[in-house]
Nanobody, 122 residues
Framework: QVQLVESGGGLVQPGGSLRLSCAASGRIFGINFMGWYRQAPGKQRELVAAFTNGGTANYADSVKGRFTISRNNTKNTVYLEMNSLSPENTAVYYC????????????????WGQGTQVTVSS
């Protein structure tokens, strides 16, 4: 069964750093998109950073220069390095990916992780 498993959230002081990981497990025959979203209390879910199919990394304007997305293709894993964190970055961070779960079909399906809480507070 294909699934996304996130890790790395937690409590950090303002100005601190965290690294999130998201591993796609199961039989996977292609990855078309893989990235991170977040949802703060009372706000809509928003894209934070992601790799598109062409391999380009895209970032929300609010995190450019502070967050870095990277990946390990052999492990089907994407990382989000978050630096200079502020309370405004407090949210549940979700991993999302478009994955091809079957060798018999060229179809890709969207998957979501369970979310990991990031809290920035002194």
């Amino acid at each position: 069964q294909v699934q996304l498993v996130e890790s790395g959230g937690g409590l950090v002081q303002p100005g601190g750093s965290l690294r999130l990981s998201c591993a796609a497990s199961g039989r996977i025959f292609g990855i078309n998109f893989m990235g991170w979203y977040r949802q703060a209390p009372g706000k809509q879910r928003e894209l934070v950073a992601a790799f598109t199919n062409g391999g380009t990394a895209n970032y929300a304007d609010s995190v450019k220069g502070r967050f870095t997305i990277s990946r390990n293709n052999t492990k089907n894993t994407v990382y989000l390095e978050m630096n200079s964190l502020s309370p405004e970055n407090t949210a549940v961070y979700y991993c999302s990916a478009d994955l091809r779960p079957s060798s018999y079909s060229a179809s890709y399906y969207n998957y979501w992780g369970q979310g990991t809480q990031v809290t920035v507070s002194s």
